[in-house]
């Protein structure tokens, strides 16, 4: 696939003359402004490899623009070009937009193609590293997700259920890393598989904590952001499960800060979450904590309260243990004869659990078959 550039100069000429002499090697869309170009990005369907931006521009100039596509397509390689060889501008230019480049008008043909074929380069590496990083990452995120259900499934039921939530209200907000937001919900609860049974029965019933039992919850996050440190690119991730408890209404929430809003979206759910585990319906929830405005914020909560209540998706029939498939999601707990929680429903169907439903099977331990739904997918993290 051609190299897509994004070219932009109030000079509408010289992006015509670079377009015709640079056409073989790739593809370049032309933006005359600032606010142009930003919109061009951020409704673009795919990314830019290469963003190129004059310096001098009326309105936006390119120190600012590329500052915000920074934010916008962080993965889109970017490249200054001036008029005049200041220092004080280029350093500017680097520290503000990170730069890739910094070359002087008019640019030789031959310059900039060398220019522009090197930052392709770098956006190649870029993306390889980062697609590598995911899957790794991915990864390592579901096989503590396994452990957390079959260590502790009510804790995973609940985790999917907030987890589940937060992707929805933070699609709503333009949350623009979502997974960030899944993989909190998540492993926030990993640590409730060193807690005892009644303390997380006090904790979801909303009872008093008593003081060993306020520490042994703080102690569990803890934990988990000190294990969860170990592993590449979840710094934000951790950020987001350690603020979580303290979480307040505070001016970061408010302006969007993505660590401050998490944290805020994610302990706002919890709690929500915890007041209908106590019996009180929804509406009424959504009220006792927009009374709280200091601590909720109204934009999460309105976002909330668009999510329709939790309903069956899916075609929902029994399936034979031996026949179950990596994908299906199961519709009902499933229980040994002696009453204990094995799977909870809404757990996704993977090699692990099948294992484990087979290994009780074949104890007559549980039945043979288990409600499922057959057209649900896993929708990840």
């Given at each position: 696939?051609?190299?897509?550039?994004?070219?932009?100069?109030?000079?509408?000429?010289?992006?015509?003359?670079?377009?015709?002499?640079?056409?073989?090697?790739?593809?370049?869309?032309?933006?005359?402004?600032?606010?142009?170009?930003?919109?061009?990005?951020?409704?673009?369907?795919?990314?830019?490899?290469?963003?190129v931006?004059?310096?001098?521009?009326?309105?936006?100039?390119?120190?600012?623009?590329?500052?915000?596509?920074?934010?916008?397509?962080?993965?889109?390689?970017?490249?200054?070009?001036?008029?005049?060889?200041?220092?004080?501008?280029?350093?500017?230019?680097?520290?503000?937009g990170q730069?890739?480049?910094?070359?002087?008008?008019?640019?030789?043909?031959?310059?900039?193609?060398?220019?522009?074929?090197?930052?392709?380069?770098?956006?190649?590496?870029?993306?390889?590293?980062?697609?590598?990083?995911?899957?790794?990452?991915?990864?390592?995120?579901?096989?503590?997700?396994?452990?957390?259900?079959?260590?502790?499934?009510?804790?995973?039921?609940?985790?999917?259920?907030?987890?589940?939530?937060?992707?929805?209200?933070?699609?709503?907000?333009?949350?623009?890393?979502?997974?960030?937001?899944?993989?909190?919900?998540?492993?926030a609860?990993?640590?409730?598989?060193?807690?005892?049974?009644?303390?997380?029965?006090?904790?979801?019933?909303?009872?008093?904590?008593?003081?060993?039992?306020?520490?042994?919850?703080?102690?569990?996050?803890?934990?988990?952001?000190?294990?969860?440190?170990?592993?590449?690119?979840?710094?934000?991730?951790?950020?987001?499960?350690?603020?979580?408890?303290?979480?307040?209404n505070?001016?970061?929430?408010?302006?969007?800060?993505?660590?401050?809003?998490?944290?805020?979206i994610?302990?706002?759910?919890?709690?929500?979450?915890?007041?209908?585990?106590?019996?009180?319906v929804?509406?009424?929830?959504?009220?006792?904590l927009?009374?709280?405005?200091?601590?909720?914020?109204?934009?999460?909560?309105?976002?909330?309260?668009?999510?329709?209540?939790?309903?069956?998706?899916?075609?929902?029939?029994?399936?034979?243990?031996?026949?179950?498939?990596?994908?299906?999601?199961?519709?009902?707990?499933?229980?040994?004869?002696?009453?204990?929680?094995?799977?909870?429903?809404?757990?996704?169907?993977?090699?692990?659990?099948?294992?484990r439903?087979?290994?009780?099977?074949?104890?007559?331990?549980?039945?043979?078959?288990?409600?499922?739904?057959?057209?649900?997918?896993?929708?990840?993290?």
């Amino acid at each position: 696939m051609t190299p897509r550039i994004l070219w932009v100069d109030d000079e509408a000429s010289l992006i015509q003359s670079m377009k015709r002499q640079l056409r073989n090697d790739f593809d370049i869309s032309e933006a005359h402004s600032g606010d142009e170009a930003l919109e061009i990005v951020g409704k673009a369907t795919e990314p830019f490899c290469v963003i190129v931006s004059d310096q001098r521009m009326p309105g936006m100039d390119g120190i600012e623009l590329l500052s915000l596509v920074k934010d916008i397509a962080p993965d889109s390689v970017r490249i200054m070009l001036t008029g005049f060889a200041d220092q004080d501008t280029a350093i500017e230019a680097v520290n503000q937009g990170q730069i890739f480049r910094f070359l002087t008008k008019p640019a030789l043909p031959h310059v900039m193609l060398r220019a522009l074929r090197d930052a392709v380069r770098q956006y190649e590496l870029i993306t390889a590293e980062r697609e590598l990083l995911e899957k790794t990452l991915t990864g390592s995120i579901q096989v503590m997700v396994d452990i957390l259900a079959l260590a502790s499934p009510v804790a995973f039921r609940r985790a999917s259920r907030i987890r589940d939530m937060a992707e929805i209200v933070g699609q709503k907000m333009k949350f623009r890393d979502i997974w960030q937001l899944g993989a909190a919900a998540m492993l926030a609860h990993l640590g409730y598989i060193t807690l005892p049974s009644s303390v997380l029965d006090n904790y979801y019933a909303g009872r008093t904590l008593s003081p060993s039992e306020e520490s042994m919850m703080h102690g569990q996050v803890e934990s988990t952001a000190k294990l969860l440190e170990k592993i590449p690119r979840m710094e934000p991730v951790v950020r987001i499960i350690h603020e979580h408890h303290q979480s307040r209404n505070t001016a970061a929430v408010k302006g969007k800060d993505p660590v401050s809003l998490g944290a805020s979206i994610l302990h706002t759910l919890i709690e929500f979450d915890r007041l209908v585990n106590r019996g009180i319906v929804r509406n009424e929830a959504l009220k006792m904590l927009a009374a709280r405005a200091d601590e909720f914020n109204s934009e999460i909560l309105s976002a909330l309260r668009e999510i329709p209540a939790e309903g069956v998706h899916g075609n929902r029939m029994m399936v034979m243990i031996d026949a179950l498939k990596n994908g299906m999601v199961v519709d009902e707990d499933v229980r040994t004869t002696e009453g204990m929680l094995l799977v909870p429903k809404g757990y996704v169907i993977n090699d692990t659990v099948r294992q484990r439903l087979r290994n009780f099977r074949l104890h007559d331990d549980i039945d043979g078959s288990i409600a499922v739904q057959v057209d649900a997918l896993a929708s990840g993290i």
